[in-house]
Structures are given as structure tokens and as C-alpha cells.
């Protein structure tokens, strides 16, 4: 969504400046969990009710972290809840990844597998992906057994597709041509 991307801007931004260099990794954690928290239904649902004071929502949502709490994460979550922006934190952490991941000249590469890999598969198989799009791949990998056979591999926008079930697929479209 457009609106929520907009809004997280100026927040993903601070905090990556707040974070560089040395606690890039532990600010995405942070933003990571805090997203996830953020996401639960009951706790939106505490966030949006008027009837609560924004110290008690901040607090709550503090005590639900399991990251080590300092007052740069407590001033950050306050302005969130003074804003009402809570609900963009998973924006937010898409943003402040991919500032961290270029600074890095890194990233997110994620592999869907039709089989479960070894190590050395998938160590091999990023080793290429790596000289494919020049940089360190961050590489996260899944089965889907739907895919029949293959890998499909997603970096940033760019797809690469060489499951057995999208071969059968453009083999399909082809016929039906």
C-alpha cells in the first residue's frame, strides 16, 4: 500500500541512521519482532481503543518484546504510539531492510525449493546467485512441493523460475496458443 509506505519512510529512515554501522543487525531484529507484535489482532485491536492511555499501549507493547529494551527503542516506540503508527511497523521494517541491505550491498534472496537441500546445495546454488546479481545474497530457503521440481528464487523484484511446474505451465499457455 502506497499510504503506508509513505508514512514508514521518514521512521525506517531515522532509524537507519540511528543504527549505522554498528547496530544495523540489532535494529532489524528489533524492527522484526516488534512487527510481529504489532500484527497481533488482540494488540491492535488494545492500540486503537481510545479508552487507553498511549502510555499503557506503549508499555504493553514494550513488555511484549523479548529484545533487550534501551531508551532509544522506548522513545521510538512512544512516538509510534503518539502517532498511531503501529500498524505501519511491518512497513517499516520492509523499509529499513532494504536501506540496510544497500548500504550492505546485500540482498534478500528467497529460495523455494521443491525438495528439501543439503548445505552444500544451497551453498552452491547462492555461491551462483551470488555472481548472477553481483552481490552477498541474504539467502532464505523453503520447500513447496507443489512446484513439482526445480527452484523458484525471488531477489528483490526479479523472479527466477525454473520449477518443473512453471515449465509445464509455459508448455500449457504454448498448446493452448
Known amino acids: 500500500m502506497a ?29 522484526s519482532e516488534m512487527a510481529q507484535v504489532a500484527a497481533v489482532p488482540e494488540f491492535q485491536a488494545m492500540a486503537h481503543d481510545p479508552r487507553i492511555a498511549h502510555a499503557d499501549v506503549a508499555a504493553t507493547f514494550l513488555s ?30 520492509h523499509q529499513f531492510c532494504e536501506l540496510k541491505n544497500a548500504y550492505e550491498s546485500t540482498a534478500d534472496a528467497q529460495i523455494v525449493s521443491a525438495f528439501t537441500m ?22 532464505t ?3 513447496d512441493q507443489a512446484l513439482i521440481g526445480g527452484v523458484r528464487v525471488t531477489v528483490g ?13 509455459r508448455m500449457h499457455t504454448a498448446l493452448v496458443a
Open 3 to 31: 499510504e503506508f509506505a509513505t508514512i514508514a519512510r521518514p521512521y525506517a529512515e531515522a532509524v537507519f541512521r540511528v543504527a549505522v554501522p554498528a547496530k544495523l543487525n540489532a535494529w532489524a531484529e528489533t524492527l
Open 157 to 169: 523484484d526479479e523472479v527466477l523460475d525454473f520449477s518443473v511446474s512453471a515449465r509445464l505451465e
Open 64 to 93: 511484549a518484546l523479548k529484545v533487550t529494551i534501551d531508551e532509544q527503542i522506548k522513545n521510538f516506540v512512544g512516538e509510534l504510539v503518539d502517532n498511531g503508527r503501529l500498524s505501519v511497523l511491518a512497513e517499516i521494517e
Open 118 to 139: 543439503d548445505g552444500g546445495q544451497i551453498s552452491d546454488l547462492v555461491s551462483a546467485l551470488e555472481k548472477k546479481f553481483g552481490r552477498k545474497l541474504n539467502a
Open 141 to 143: 530457503v523453503t520447500v
